[in-house]
C-alpha cells in the first residue's frame, strides 16, 4: 500500500524550513514597516517641535523677567526685593513644570512607541502554533 502523495521525511523537513523561513519573513517585513512609518512620523513633527520649544523658550524668559520685576516691587523698598522675588518665581516654575512633565509622562505611558500590530499578530501566531502543536501530539 503506497502512498505517491506522502512526503518522505527530508521533504517534510524542507518545507517546514521553508514555510518557517517565510513565516519570520513575513513577520521581520512587518516590524520594519511599523517602525518606519512610526520613525516617519518623528522625523516630520521634530522640526516643528524643535521651533516651537525654542520660542516657547524665549517667550518663558521674558515672561520670567516681568514676573520678577512685578513681584519685586511688592517686596520694595527692601533689600532682598529682587531674591525673594526670583525664589517664588522659581517656586512656581518647578510646581507648574512638575505637574507637566507628571502628565506627560503619563500620556507617553499610555500610548507608548511598542509596535502593538506586530505584537498582536505575533501573540496570535504564538496561540496558533501552541494549538497546533498540541494537536500534533
Known sequence: MSNAHAKTVPEALADLREDLKEFVTTRAMMLRSELREKLRMIRMAAPAMLIGILILAMAGL?????LVCIIAQV???SPWAYSLSF???AVLYAIVGGA???LGWQQLRATGIRPE???HVLEQD????QTEAKSQL
Open 100 to 102: 507637566a512633565s507628571y
Open 62 to 66: 521674558l515672561f520670567t523677567g516681568f
Open 87 to 89: 525664589i517664588l518665581v
Open 117 to 119: 500590530r506586530t505584537i
Open 75 to 77: 517686596f520694595m523698598p
Open 126 to 129: 504564538r496561540v496558533w502554533l
